[in-house]
């Protein structure tokens, strides 16, 4: 049934540990309290500083800190992050094959709602942060694509975080994450395939849909 296969999604309450730790991972990264850039950081690394300098700016501004203002410190993170996240590109690999066979109006609906689920799912990390560290430990890069290699510092615990990277109109954007060895694209592919082996596509879509309106809806 498609209920059993879409309760196994990290888009609902029983979500996948492996999805979990991605995004939790990720948002330790964006939303850190302390970067560590090496002197050899090439323009990979370096646009990823860039869009972690914005989001510290953000969240260090006491004026957004304000209740009223968390909405509008929210959209604001969204954008810097979204920014420098291919989400095309990142919905492209999640779903696979399925991708090639839809129209240019099914893509950006796909796209949209699985936006929605990747930023409501580490957007409330945010507050949960502070006093990290993040080292770049090195970067690598063929031809368009490049991969930055991080570790996450909380406490005792170090977490290898990686950021794969795309150039796309002479800028770098990220198209996945890799989470101590788990893809983070690769993840949700597995999922979305089981979903649409034992159903259809617009069964996927539709919960996904139900999925992007209850984030989307205000709280009580």
Not at 121 to 148: F, M
């Amino acid at each position: 049934m498609i209920v059993t296969h879409v309760a196994r999604l990290g888009m609902y309450r029983n979500a996948s540990f492996t999805a979990r730790l991605c995004l939790n991972a990720t948002a330790v990264m964006l939303w850190l309290g302390l970067v560590v850039v090496p002197a050899y950081a090439g323009a990979p690394t370096e646009a990823m500083k860039a869009t972690i300098d914005e989001v510290l700016h953000i969240i260090r501004e006491k004026d957004l800190k304000q209740p009223a203002k968390a909405d509008e410190r929210r959209q604001q993170l969204e954008k810097v992050v979204g920014a420098r996240f291919d989400y095309q590109e990142m919905s492209r690999r999640a779903l696979g094959a399925p991708w090639n066979q839809l129209s240019e109006q099914e893509r950006q609906e796909f796209v949209s709602l699985f936006r929605t689920l990747l930023t409501n799912s580490y957007a409330d990390k945010i507050e949960t942060y502070s006093g990290e560290g993040v080292q770049y430990l090195n970067e690598r890069t063929e031809k368009e694509y490049a991969e930055v290699r991080t570790k996450v510092l909380s406490g005792k615990t170090e977490i290898p975080l990686d950021y794969r990277l795309i150039n796309k109109a002479e800028d770098w954007r990220v198209y996945d994450v890799v989470v101590d060895g788990v893809s983070l694209v690769n993840n949700y592919r597995g999922q979305f395939t089981k979903i649409l082996r034992a159903s259809s596509y617009s069964d996927l879509v539709d919960q996904l849909r139900k999925k992007s309106d209850k984030l989307k809806a205000p709280s009580p």
